[in-house]
């Protein structure tokens, strides 16, 4: 358990910092680490209640090779859509492989080949293993390495509704794997991306330094991807605007510039922004208070590539400086937002330098050419959900996702069975991952201080962290050994450290690698009979007498143990 | 677990075709395998005894990458001389990587970064993980495989004595590892090889289809690699051989031909080889009815290379066609067995065409320039180690090799400490690995019939195999189902066949995948209120009461678990 007082010099957030620090794991390329005994036995405990949980779930473990040869890729069209991410080579007789990043194509070659009939269906499989992504920048530690510990599944039914049946199950599964963690999550509808499919779940564990966006009720149990998130629709009154006039607005940019001029809120503006949908200009409308989501935004358009237009092209498709393009006569495809409806009395550019328009009525004036729900949810937004319910905000770190493939995979890999009838007819798939060794991280990025690491107990490495603090004293030495086998021959899982270190050391050290709860053991209080005892998370130790410090503790794990489902 | 009729069609040894066949396994390219859930319920099993054992002998675990960056290799020199069983790669940015067939330069590298002083020493970690060697020709299934899973264990220390006790820890952890998983195995000493080092041992799995050659004293615990054995040498009473005599031996060229022409025994014959030792001919005498052990020769010759000499090349050296080479007035040196030292009255080549000397006194006829035990160990041998044993030849497969590496990794590669007078000293190392894939496979070679499978309980993927003869019948499911389900409430690992199958396919695919225990329940024992109970390695059932199956089975389940060491 080598500890270091310095950080990485790269290191930026807390969870790669002290498990370098606190000596869980080395780095040993850009994106690929060691991991130390102490590291190790944390993704060990991860792993455990993933096994137990999906074995509950009627999941069967399995492990499948990191070396998968390129035909397989071939078959399912991924060997030419994936990028630089996968790491491709030759073996000595020049035949092509690469090294698993993932492995649908490798479970539907083997189910294909052994699953015939319906009434060998349906089928989980699952396997914990090491996998490799070429990521052009790896950072933040463990948060986004290239070689990585992750559990795939893959379910294999006979219909969409069975589908969904083991889909929900693996749902059900993940809940209880993250509770069991000790984590704060929230599940969240997510975005089913280029896969297809219309299904998809993500598990977020919150923390604020979290790479991605969600919005969660703040009554219900809605949440969702920020860019996935469903709205309600703003209920424009109509009518009364007055008339389309072109006001100067002299300078006047920004929406908070035109807002302000005008003394108007942001609200009443409408936002005209020019975007290259596969290169060509399309001008998309929302509300002066609301930012475009471009996910959905590319999905409506149903394009693979989409840009905001830079400077010269937006004035080239508008006939106007930026700031000042609006909506009006344009002759390019306009997409709006549906909060845009019915909207009076609005303002937005003139497509002429310092001139806006007042008094436009969107739907009288404009020609909107396509009408969808394009803006991106934001805290305060009413829940679609429940009634009375706002978003709030919040940050997450994704640590599971699971997926309804329907028959992406097993359609072109030919993965059949008989049905009941002797059609012949393709499996319906989900696949679900967590990633392990990210879990740990996103652990200590939620369960964390300046001092650092507050593990939940059922992913520590140690329940129990034994301190002797004069351990050249033979009373401290004869009482810290008596505590440390005890508890060892209770089932607690303990770490002592007898180090010869100056006292503070040995504190800071117990701070840093986290362990839940920790006996000091020190010459002035074993005088009066006593030991500290300290939760980690807690700011004040207690003292406890020597003889009855056992028992104590041993009560306090298997009361905690039992909160987390440890078994 | 799916099962098949049809062996593939390149197995030959039974591991390969019994768990391709038994639905443990399946080729996904040459040398690669998935493992299915059957597969990896028993390398799970295999592992977990791993690591008790390796916890209890103080070893802690850890995880290395798989990836990893070809300067490593360079430090220690192996980038270069590993041929291309080593895999390798550039990554995205260009740099050069292999996947690990073994972690020496990686555990090197993470030792000497943290462990500074002898107060850190000793330390001994291990992994269990993933490795590759790109295999010319993979073969016999998990045998030799081009991905396969090690368990792989590094030793450092201060001394050269330290470093033996690490070694003697891990021999000992070893032993109780496959005493554990039920093989009968032994214990050999094993060549050193290249690498260096004087201390090396490997565990012999054994079994008829073995690729490995020991030997073993039946009354000692003495064993050894056949080619690394100690032997006691010849006594020669010497004196009264007579004078040396060129004799007409027509056609008589092998030891057979001549033994048999002279009415000579083949020991009293002095064969003479003639060897290519990097390149330059060298004549090796050895008793007629001995064999050339090449190991022991090349060390002794210190050469690179060690070849035969093709007939030409022999007849070249001797000046007489292979069959008459004889060691009396060559001018090439000459090498001779310990064996030959004192032999008078023997039988040689003349080198020249039908004849052969008698009368050979090989100290007064011959000019040895080196003695030196050469031959090869058979059985019969009386053994070195006990007064009155012999040695017999076994055939084994090697599942695990324990090597005491010296510094021949630690001082190349400046993984140092400061001893107690602060001196900078290279750290005493051993390296310690285990085929766990190899070890399932080897257990299948000595464990199996004709019919499949005899797993050990302690690494069978399941305890007991229950059987329901007529899934159909109420009264057969229901007392089936009774079975399964108080076994399993027992902690008992219950496999249950109820597939609506003939009973003759459920028999055999019970005998195939080799559970230790069989329950078969049907319609005509259940009548007289029994269930049928069978044993895989014994050759009849018997009759028990249905209600009295569960403790009977519980029962024979814990004393086969205590006396494997099942935890």
């Known amino acids: 358990m080598p500890t270091l007082k310095e950080s990485p010099a790269d290191a930026q957030v807390r969870s790669h910092i002290y498990m370098v620090r606190g000596g869980f794991i080395r780095q040993l390329a850009a994106g690929i680490y060691n991991f130390l005994p102490l590291g190790w036995r944390v993704i060990h405990k991860i792993e455990r209640i993933i096994r137990e949980e999906l074995d509950r779930a009627g999941a069967q473990e399995v492990l499948m090779p990191a070396v998968i040869p390129g035909e397989l890729w071939q078959e399912s069209g991924r060997w030419a859509k994936y990028g630089p991410e996968l790491l491709r080579f030759k073996d000595r007789k020049g035949s092509e492989f690469c090294f698993g990043p993932t492995h649908e194509e490798v479970i539907v070659d083997m189910v294909r080949r052994d699953t015939k009939s319906y009434r060998e269906l349906p089928v989980n499989l699952y396997q914990i293993q090491g996998k490799f992504r070429d990521e052009l920048r790896p950072r933040a530690g463990l948060m986004r390495g290239r070689e990585f510990i992750m559990k795939d599944a893959y379910s294999f039914d006979v219909s969409e509704q069975a589908a969904k049946v083991s889909y929900r199950q693996m749902y059900e599964a993940y809940e209880r794997i993250f509770a069991r963690c000790g984590l704060s999550f929230r599940v969240v509808e997510a975005d089913t991306g280029a896969i297809g499919g219309d299904l998809s779940h993500e598990f977020q564990v919150l923390a604020p330094s979290g790479e991605d966006t969600l919005v969660a009720c703040t009554s219900c149990d809605y949440a969702a991807n920020v860019e996935q998130a469903e709205l309600r629709t703003a209920d424009n009154a109509g009518g009364g605007g007055g008339a389309l006039a072109a006001v100067d607005t002299p ?47 590319k999905k409506q358009l149903g394009v693979t590539t989409l840009f905001l237009a830079r400077e010269k092209q937006t004035e080239a ?19 709006a937002d549906e909060d845009l409806r019915g909207l009076t009395g609005a303002v937005c550019g003139a497509n002429e330098n310092d001139k806006h328009y007042t008094g436009l009525d969107i739907e009288r004036d ?43 995979y097993s359609e072109p890999m030919g993965c059949t069975f008989l049905d009941e009838e002797g059609k012949t007819r393709a499996m319906e798939m989900g696949c679900y991952g967590i990633g392990v060794t990210r879990t740990a991280a996103a652990a200590i990025e939620q369960n964390s201080d300046d001092r650092g690491i507050v593990w939940p107990l059922s992913i520590a490495p140690y329940e129990v962290h034994v301190l002797s603090l004069q351990p050249k004293d033979d009373d401290v030495v004869a009482a810290c050994d008596a505590i440390y086998d005890l508890l060892r021959a209770r089932g607690v899982e303990v770490v002592y450290d007898d180090r010869q270190e100056r006292t503070g050391a040995k504190f800071a050290d117990a701070d840093l690698i986290g362990v839940p709860l920790r006996i000091a053991v020190g010459k002035r209080a074993l005088g009066d009979g006593e030991v500290e005892l300290k939760w980690r998370r807690d700011a004040d130790a207690t003292r406890v007498g020597r003889d009855a410090v056992v028992d104590h503790v041993v009560g306090l794990v298997e009361a905690e143990r039992a909160r987390l489902g440890v078994k």
């Open 251 to 297: 300078n006047a940019r920004t929406i908070a510039e035109v807002a302000s001029f005008l003394r108007i809120e942001p609200s009443s503006l409408v936002k005209t922004l020019v975007y290259l949908a596969d290169d060509k200009p399309v001008a998309v409308l929302v509300r002066g208070d609301a930012a475009v989501n471009e996910v959905k935004l």
């Open 317 to 335: 498709a508008t006939g106007a400086p930026v700031g000042f393009a609006g909506p009006v006569g344009l002759s390019i495809p306009i997409v």
């Open 366 to 408: 404009v020609e909107v050419g396509t009408w969808s729900q394009l803006r991106l949810a934001g805290a305060g937004d009413r829940c679609v959900k429940c009634d009375g319910g706002v978003f709030e905000v919040l940050r997450g770190i994704e640590v599971g996702h699971v997926f309804y493939l329907s028959t992406v």
